[in-house]
């Protein structure tokens, strides 16, 4: 991060912090911000490089695994009819633990509560490859996190994190994805800040990762506190911005810049 | 665990341009990069692939430190007779992956 | 718990990527040059290389320099007696020249392949196709690379 981009940042903004949400009919995917080479990359599973991981996770369903000897698919069957539209609705209420969980979280949870395994530590290639094959299954489907009263309080507070300013350069996520989106950055372009492909394969990192990891590296693009991964805050957001994405369609695996 | 993944057309007719393509799993450290304390991440590729069609040769590539991570090798061969195609990684540190593909020439 | 001090500290360190500290060589240019020099004559000799024939497509301006689709194409019969034998592609800025070698056996359909690159920075990237009769054509193309807005090296 250098000081050329902290005063660039620091042209960008305006006098007084204004937040009114992007339109529903307004709101494009990251992909339609991307180069027509990118798209082709995430267009074909042939040449998408998410594709491995999402075989390796239909290896992963179908393995037995933890002191119980199940696999996902003993309880779950075959994912492509049990999962359509399952990652659509994450993150989503879990009444034993009274809050909101992400799909990485449930997973972990399944293999404590069901399959007496240990958990697959966050960005491991297991869990994101689970997560990839689980998410794969509802692409085309619209985002559609449940709210209600149970998920209401997390909503909030996942909106009240997107628009509070933080961190030495003081921005708020709403400052840069719903007031200058489209426009330019150090030479890439400013998404909307959409999660249609999670986990995406982003060509940054060279590698698969999740939300969670892609919120880190905002906050720490800003200079802010890097929640943890699984932190409350970092799951409230999540929740946050799957609703701000409802009825946008989960495009998994995505590539991304 | 899938180390690689290719996409061949199943079926082609006899002389027909078949399109292959080929997609590995690895992360391609280029021995450039330094880890939080200064020291060299040492190199770790794929340092050649190659392809054949019912035991010939298609193609035989050299892929460096510039090929990106999870490497695209996409070419074409013509369809001629049914059999398989064979495709064979080989890097650094004994990595070594082969995956075999049928195809079917009417 | 670190302080803001050292927080500060360390940040601008991670903030510089491997390839700016060594950017700090005064020569690096200029040694870069002269190793795709020494590339292109290890692989054409002293034979004149002519332009024409090969077809080098890269994005003009790219998303990200990690990963830059590129294809090559030769105009070729691909016949016993008149083939493309194998298609080189360097570059002049990376740390390392040669990027990758497509050598074309007797089942080879067109004398074309498409890859992905890592690019260091904007630069002109040279394609050499070999032919059976022992001549030698290129093409260049020019890309753009830019940074991302930000990085986040060493965060997970």
């Given at each position: 991060m250098s000081l050329r981009f902290a005063l660039l940042l620091a042209c960008l903004l305006p006098g007084a912090a204004s937040s009114g949400d992007i339109p529903l009919s307004e709101r494009r995917s990251g992909y339609e911000m991307m180069s027509r080479e990118t798209q082709k990359i995430q267009d074909e599973d042939a040449t998408n490089p998410g594709t491995l991981w999402v075989l390796d996770g239909e290896a992963l369903w179908a393995k037995k695994s933890g002191s119980a000897g199940k696999s996902c698919a003993d309880c779950h069957g075959d994912a492509r009819q049990s999962m359509k539209g399952v990652a659509a609705r994450y993150p989503a209420f879990d009444p034993a633990r009274g809050r909101p969980l992400n799909l990485e979280q449930r997973i972990n949870a399944c293999r404590a509560d069901h399959q007496t395994a240990p958990p697959f530590a966050y960005e491991s290639k297991e869990l994101l490859a689970l997560e990839a094959y689980v998410a794969r299954q509802s692409r085309g489907l619209p985002i559609a996190p449940r709210i209600d009263t149970k998920t209401k309080p997390f909503l909030e507070a996942g909106r009240e994190t997107f628009h509070r300013r933080q961190g030495q350069l003081n921005l708020s996520c709403s400052q840069c994805h719903d007031d200058h989106w489209g426009k330019k950055l150090a030479g890439s372009v400013i998404p909307q800040g959409h999660p249609t492909g999670y986990p995406i394969y982003r060509l940054e990192w060279q590698n698969l990762g999740s939300l969670g990891r892609r919120l880190r590296g905002c906050a720490f693009g800003i200079r802010a506190q890097v929640p943890e991964l699984g932190s409350d805050e970092l799951v409230d957001l999540e929740l946050y911005l799957m609703w701000r994405a409802r009825g946008m369609k989960i495009e998994t695996p995505g590539v991304r810049p | 665990m899938a180390r690689a993944v290719v996409t061949v057309p199943p079926r082609a007719k006899r002389g027909e341009i078949v399109e292959i393509k080929t997609l590995a799993q690895h992360t391609?450290?280029?021995?450039f990069r330094r880890t939080q304390t200064g020291d060299l991440i040492p190199r770790d590729i794929i340092r050649t692939f190659a392809c054949t069609y019912n035991g010939v040769e298609v193609c035989r590539v050299e892929l460096h430190p510039a090929i990106a991570a999870n490497p695209l090798i996409a070419f074409t061969t013509v369809a001629t007779e049914s059999g398989a195609l064979k495709f064979e990684w080989a890097g650094d540190n004994g990595y070594s992956v082969t995956e075999i593909a049928p195809i079917k020439v009417e | 718990m670190t302080t803001r001090r050292q927080f500060l500290i360390v940040s601008a360190a991670l903030a510089a990527p491997a390839a700016a500290r060594a950017q700090l060589d005064p020569n690096l240019a200029a040694n870069r040059k002269a190793a795709f020099q020494a590339a292109l004559k290890r692989i054409v000799g002293d034979t004149k290389v002519a332009r024409g024939r090969v077809k080098l497509t890269l994005p003009p301006l790219i998303d990200n320099g990690n990963s830059v689709p590129l294809s090559v194409s030769v105009e070729s019969p691909m016949t016993e007696a008149d083939h493309v034998k194998a298609i080189h592609v360097l570059t002049e800025k990376n740390p390392l020249p040669d990027v990758i070698t497509f050598a074309l056996g007797p089942r080879a359909g067109r004398a074309s392949f498409a890859t992905r690159v890592r690019l260091a920075d904007t630069q002109t990237v040279t394609a050499i196709a070999q032919m059976s009769d022992g001549s030698f054509w290129s093409d260049g193309a020019e890309v753009v690379v830019t940074l991302s807005a930000c990085l986040e090296e060493g965060l997970i």
């Open positions: - | 391609m450290e280029t021995g | -």
